[in-house]
């Protein structure tokens, strides 16, 4: 399945690719396009659109950052995507310090984007610091 959002990937556009390609749709292609785009994409190529600024398929509902709404939709019913989901939430939302680790997330993420890499380049960085991240998580989960 083709998976569409807005290029220039900072937060919960690394978040959601890392939970579509690791958790829902390993086989996923992923594509980023200009946001005024990804709707006109989405239709002509038969592709999910998500975190598209309250037009996506999957987007920011109720509070929530698009990265939740996935795991909520998917049933992915894991406490380390839990934790995982808090950090990002706190990252990518107002909520700055939902959790003690959000600052740093969106940190790392700002620091990609004054970087001025290639949406595919920060998505190889990204899903590096998603892997430890998440095996962080697990980490902190079970010993809890």
């Given at each position: ?13 690394v978040?959601c ?15 980023f396009?200009?946001?005024?785009e ?11 659109s ?75 960085h ?19």
């Amino acid at each position: 399945m083709k998976w569409v959002t807005r290029e220039k990937v900072k937060v919960d556009r690394v978040a959601c690719p890392w939970l579509i390609k690791r958790f829902i749709d390993p086989e996923a292609e992923l594509l980023f396009v200009p946001a005024d785009e990804v709707l006109e994409v989405a239709e002509r190529e038969g592709a999910i659109s998500y975190d598209a600024k309250g037009r996506g398929q999957y987007d920011h509902r109720e509070g929530k950052c698009t990265f939740e709404v996935l795991i909520e939709e998917h049933g992915l019913d894991d406490p380390a995507l839990r934790l995982l989901a808090d950090i990002v939430h706190g990252a990518d939302t107002a909520d700055r310090d939902y959790t003690p680790q959000s600052p740093g997330l969106r940190a790392i993420a700002q620091g990609f984007h004054y970087l001025g890499i290639p949406d595919e380049e920060r998505l190889a960085h990204g899903f590096a610091i998603y892997d430890a991240l998440y095996a962080w998580c697990q980490h902190a989960t079970r010993n809890t």
